[in-house]
């Protein structure tokens, strides 16, 4: 398994970041990074929240109202860190959240890393 953080999520230092900072890139897919401008300390309350919400479905799996009750907390807590939702840029870019590299603008910049597009390989 990848490194942790501190708070249990994955480390998005192990994956490249876009030059623009709004993805990172795991097996070759974009994933929208939060919102730079959170104040930190709501930050951390949000990645507290979301962290305890992911523990949650692992420990209600068998029951799918519960089940889809902390969903909605990750869900929410995604949307409040910028995740998810609509962008945190405002220069009127797209989102290329959740789609291959290989399929954006940011195909070059993946390939001059020396890295495969193919999420695959």
């Known amino acids: 398994m990848g490194r942790r953080e ?3 999520a994955p480390s998005t230092n192990q994956y490249p970041h876009t030059p623009d900072g709004r993805y990172f890139v795991v097996r070759g897919r974009l994933w929208r990074l ?3 401008d ?12 979301l962290m305890a919400a992911r523990r949650a479905v692992r420990s209600v799996r068998e029951d799918p109202e519960a089940l889809a009750e902390v969903r909605a907390r990750v869900d929410a807590a995604k ?3 910028g ?9 009127g870019a797209p ?3 959740r789609q291959l590299v290989r399929d954006t603008p940011y ?3 993946f390939l001059s890393l ?3 597009p193919d999420p695959d390989r």
Do not use: H
């Open 6 to 8: 501190k708070d249990g």
């Open 34 to 36: 939060s919102n730079p």
């Open 38 to 49: 959170l104040e930190p300390q709501e930050r951390e309350r949000l990645i507290r929240e």
């Open 79 to 81: 949307w409040a860190l």
């Open 83 to 91: 995740e998810r939702g609509p962008v945190w840029w405002s220069d």
């Open 95 to 97: 989102d290329y959240n």
């Open 107 to 109: 195909a070059d910049w």
């Open 114 to 116: 020396g890295t495969s």
